[in-house]
């Protein structure tokens, strides 16, 4: 789960990391009255969404009177901007963060993050920030330093010390940076985050250190025991098809082409994505309805696939483990009768009670499209698809 | 056949619960030897016809089980495995999907040492084909033989041994070591065991996007595997940052992309199966290259 930048900040305070003083804007009039009562500048305005690369889209502004920041706040809010890591539909801003400015001296990159391979939360830091950690560690990989954090004792100050005389930081600032990275441990630990980071953490003309941004993934696994997490969940930066799927217990990501998928378990869905594109096909999403799945599950599959307007064929590839496939075909005959299904489904159906499934596909009368391999189920959709987009 | 034998006794933790009822239900009757479960607070019970106990340590020591096979709800999924491993199983085998990666982290350093092999979680288990089966995978696709398969995610590595299947190739051992970020075992641990089981004569792997373990993977059998390896990777479409159903299965900071696993693999010398469909086809040329397809066919 993300958050967004002033929810990361409101926890950094918490966990004794310093971040500038700011306040959520709606409109306009709200971000210069903020910028108001900040009283001093610069301010910078920033858009809140849940994507990277935001700077670059014209989400952060840097203002140094009111003037400025009407302008740029106007420019924001109720605006749809598009960062590059976002989808090609973009992200529409609701909120601004509107923070004090501060004078920047130097830009730190500072990282935790779960090193699956090593089982532990690895420190990441350069001493050259601000630019995306991909950008980073392409470019000068030589300059980000690892540190690994033995989960059994776990973050000890002397870690801090050791990464701030690599970054080259002395002095206060170093028990500065020992607090810093000693506190997103911490929450690092005591949240169940993913990853926490601060890019750029910036010392200032008057020698302190600042993350001047926040980031915090959290793990969607341990939110059962981090209520006051879950509450900080904001919906409308979710696609409402995810937001739906959730509720059905569906792993569903939605994408940009016009064959929706759905298939049990996570990486068949996967690869039945990547067949659908080698037959010259896009995927319209990524769905798993599980391996229990039941007719339930698999009729709100179906709502959720022809919700969508961009899919123009619907696949269904099921490998019936212990889910039995004659459970999916009535599911499926259920969906298209109470539902109305006017685009073209082909159906693949393998493994436990395929045939007794298969059988109950053809006797329903339905115009489902029937195929017996995984290679034939694709091609049949993909063709289907296609030339649905002709007419 | 690696991990499992029809000798294997076993215990199912969680086995009061649906879950563990209705597998060890189907384990029974695929022949697996279940020799009693463990639910805390409910020993004394009986669930089909094996005895239930308070504790691992108990059930360990009253039926002489040497496997634990895990179906504990997430919250609690971790202090089931750490039990395990206090009772000295030889084998644990975590079926639970969603453990906060965490409690893993937790899980994983305390196996340094210890003497316990873990497989999981969020795993299908492990099949060894006309032998016996430690966990969720559906018997009948299956076929006794030679034939090693390995698995990240339960319903690809069906699809997997299904096609061997179909195309007269049996299996040694069937193994799904998960699709969470920090897991028991990792792909080298079973071809490890692979490379030194005289029953197996070739091995499919499937991989897919996050993590390096197929990197790892591919070096390791550059280096020390002498028998056949076919490897497909799933996720060649899946989008960057987004996380693909498993926790392990996401493309972050660039790396774990279906593209460098692929490339690994190549560069180790190792066919990648090109399609999904093709992964039968592709061990069968591989086996064929190595004189030993006569020797894979089912009897």
């Given at each position: 789960m993300k958050i967004h930048e002033y929810q990361a900040c409101e926890l950094y305070t918490q966990y004794g990391i310093p971040c500038p003083k700011g306040y959520i804007a709606t409109n306009m009039d709200e971000a210069v009255n903020i910028a108001k009562e900040i009283g001093t500048f610069p301010i910078a305005i920033k858009a809140q969404i849940h994507s990277g690369g935001r700077g670059k889209a014209g989400g952060v502004k840097v203002c140094h009177t009111i003037e400025e920041v009407q302008i740029a706040a106007k420019k924001m809010?109720?605006?749809?901007?598009?960062?590059?890591?976002?989808?090609?539909?973009?992200?529409?801003?609701?909120?601004?963060?509107?923070?004090?400015?501060?004078?920047?001296?130097?830009?730190y990159y500072v990282s935790m993050a779960v090193d699956g391979a090593n089982a532990c939360i690895t420190l990441l830091a350069s001493a050259e920030g601000g630019m995306e950690i991909e950008e980073l560690s392409r470019k000068n990989p030589e300059k980000l330093h690892h540190m690994k954090i033995d989960p059994t004792i776990g973050y000890r100050d002397y870690n801090g010390w050791e990464m701030a005389k690599k970054l080259g930081i002395t002095g206060a600032?170093?028990?500065?940076?020992?607090?810093?990275?000693?506190?997103?441990?911490?929450?690092?630990?005591?949240?169940?985050?993913?990853?926490?980071?601060?890019?750029?953490?910036?010392?200032?003309k008057e020698g302190n250190l600042l993350a001047i941004d926040a980031k915090i993934n959290f793990d969607d696994n341990a939110l059962f025991r981090h209520p006051d997490i879950v509450a900080l969940r904001d919906y409308d930066e979710e696609d409402p098809k995810e937001i739906e799927a959730s509720k059905y217990d569906l792993n569903y990501v939605s994408l940009?082409?016009?064959?929706?998928?759905?298939?049990?378990?996570?990486?068949?869905?996967?690869?039945t994505m990547d067949i659908i594109k080698h037959y010259g096909g896009e995927p319209a999403n990524f769905l798993d309805v599980?391996?229990?799945?039941?007719?339930?599950?698999?009729?709100?599959?179906?709502?959720?696939?022809?919700?969508?307007?961009?899919?123009?064929?619907?696949?269904?590839?099921?490998?019936?483990?212990i889910m039995k496939c004659d459970?999916?075909?009535?599911?499926?005959?259920?969906?298209?009768?109470?539902?109305?299904?006017?685009?073209?489904?082909?159906?693949?159906?393998?493994?436990?009670?395929?045939?007794?499934?298969?059988?109950?596909?053809?006797n329903s009368g339905l115009a489902l499209v029937p195929a017996k391999t995984f290679a034939e189920a694709a091609k049949k959709a993909v063709e289907l698809a296609n030339s649905k987009k002709e007419d | 056949m690696i991990l499992i034998n029809e000798n294997t006794k076993v215990i199912v933790q969680g086995i009061t619960g649906s879950q563990g009822r209705f597998h060890t239900q189907q384990m029974l009757e695929y022949g697996t030897k279940i020799v009693?479960?463990?639910?805390?607070?409910?020993?004394?019970?009986?669930?089909?016809?094996?005895?239930?106990?308070?504790?691992?340590?108990?059930?360990?020591?009253?039926?002489?089980?040497?496997?634990?096979?895990?179906?504990?709800?997430?919250?609690?999924?971790?202090?089931?495995?750490?039990?395990?491993?206090?009772?000295?199983?030889?084998?644990?085998?975590?079926?639970?999907?969603?453990?906060?990666?965490?409690?893993?982290?937790?899980?994983?350093?305390?196996?340094?040492?210890?003497?316990?092999?873990?497989i999981g979680p969020n795993c299908p288990g492990i099949i060894s084909p006309g032998a016996s089966k430690t966990g969720i995978l559906p018997g009948f696709i299956c076929t006794p033989g030679k034939v090693g398969v390995i698995g990240r995610s339960g319903t690809l590595t069906y699809e997997a041994v299904h096609q061997l299947s179909a195309l007269g190739i049996g299996q040694s051992t069937a193994v799904g070591i998960g699709g969470d970020?920090?897991?028991?075992?990792?792909?080298?641990?079973?071809?490890?065991?692979?490379?030194?089981?005289?029953?197996?004569?070739?091995?499919?792997?499937?991989?897919?996007?996050?993590?390096?373990?197929?990197?790892?993977?591919?070096?390791?059998?550059?280096?020390?595997?002498?028998?056949?390896?076919?490897?497909?990777?799933?996720?060649?479409?899946?989008?960057?940052?987004?996380?693909?159903?498993?926790?392990?299965?996401?493309?972050?900071?660039?790396?774990?992309?279906?593209?460098?696993?692929?490339?690994?693999?190549?560069?180790?010398?190792?066919?990648?199966?090109?399609?999904?469909?093709?992964?039968?086809?592709t061990l069968v040329e591989a086996i064929k290259k190595a004189g030993i397809y006569e020797q894979c066919l089912a009897k």
């Open positions: 809010i109720w605006k749809t901007l598009y960062p590059h890591q976002a989808g090609p539909e973009g992200k529409f801003v609701r909120k601004l963060y509107v923070t004090e400015g501060s004078n920047i001296d130097h830009e600032q170093a028990k500065q940076f020992v607090a810093i990275t000693r506190g997103m441990y911490r929450l690092f630990v005591e949240k169940d985050c993913s990853l926490v980071e601060i890019n750029p953490l910036i010392s200032t940009n082409g016009s064959v929706g998928c759905m298939v049990n378990g996570a990486g068949l869905a996967m690869a599980g391996g229990s799945a039941n007719a339930e599950r698999v009729k709100s599959a179906f709502e959720i696939l022809l919700s969508d307007p961009k899919v123009k064929t619907i696949l269904v590839n099921i490998f019936g483990g459970i999916i075909a009535q599911g499926i005959v259920e969906a298209a009768e109470t539902m109305g299904i006017d685009i073209p489904v082909v159906v693949r159906l393998d493994g436990t009670n395929a045939e007794k499934g298969r059988e109950i596909l053809t | 009693g479960g463990t639910t805390p607070g409910k020993g004394g019970q009986e669930v089909c016809g094996v005895p239930v106990f308070n504790t691992v340590k108990e059930a360990k020591e009253k039926t002489g089980a040497t496997c634990s096979l895990i179906y504990i709800p997430p919250a609690f999924a971790a202090d089931g495995i750490l039990e395990a491993i206090d009772a000295e199983m030889e084998l644990v085998v975590c079926i639970t999907e969603g453990v906060p990666v965490l409690d893993m982290m937790r899980v994983k350093n305390y196996l340094i040492g210890k003497k316990t092999r873990l970020p920090i897991r028991g075992s990792g792909f080298i641990d079973m071809l490890e065991l692979f490379e030194k089981d005289p029953d197996t004569l070739a091995v499919v792997m499937i991989g897919e996007i996050g993590g390096t373990g197929e990197e790892e993977a591919a070096e390791w059998i550059r280096d020390n595997m002498t028998k056949p390896v076919v490897a497909f990777i799933s996720g060649k479409t899946a989008p960057k940052g987004k996380r693909m159903g498993h926790a392990g299965a996401i493309i972050s900071g660039g790396k774990g992309t279906q593209q460098s696993k692929a490339e690994a693999m190549k560069n180790a010398g190792i066919p990648v199966v090109p399609t999904p469909d093709k992964i039968g086809e």
